[in-house]
Nanobody, 122 residues
Framework: QVQLEESGGGSVQAGASLKLSCVGS????????MGWFRQAPGKEREFVAA????????YYAGSVKGRFTISRDNAKNTVYLQMNSLKPEDTAVYYC???????????????WGQGTQVTVSS
């Protein structure tokens, strides 16, 4: 398994941008597809974005498409989530996850980070 650690969360005003990072250690990072999920208080964990092993294929939830961008740098064992035009409804704990294929279901990912809090105020 790969160990994952997120960073880059914080508290911002609506309309601002944040860039989350997730560094992987352990087994070869480039052999994993990566995803970002989020969980708001009282809600289920939901899919945000995913990227395949090479970075050539990406998927997004409809609520973030056009505002968020997932990318990866396999040389740095890092996956990123660039978040622009943030809205209060984006407030959640954001988790990165690693799996064998780029997917939209949490069950398809095997390794998870501890999460980083993103708070967007209006």
């Amino acid at each position: 398994q790969v160990q994952l650690e997120e960073s880059g969360g914080g508290s911002v005003q609506a309309g601002a941008s944040l860039k989350l990072s997730c560094v992987g250690s352990g087994r070869s990072f480039s052999s994993y597809a990566m995803g970002w999920f989020r969980q708001a208080p009282g809600k289920e964990r939901e899919f945000v974005a995913a990227i395949n092993r090479s970075g050539g294929i990406t998927y997004y939830a409809g609520s973030v498409k056009g505002r968020f961008t997932i990318s990866r740098d396999n040389a740095k064992n890092t996956v990123y989530l660039q978040m622009n035009s943030l809205k209060p409804e984006d407030t959640a704990v954001y988790y990165c996850a690693a799996g064998s294929v780029a997917a939209t279901r949490a069950a398809d990912f095997d390794s998870w980070g501890q999460g980083t809090q993103v708070t967007v105020s209006s």
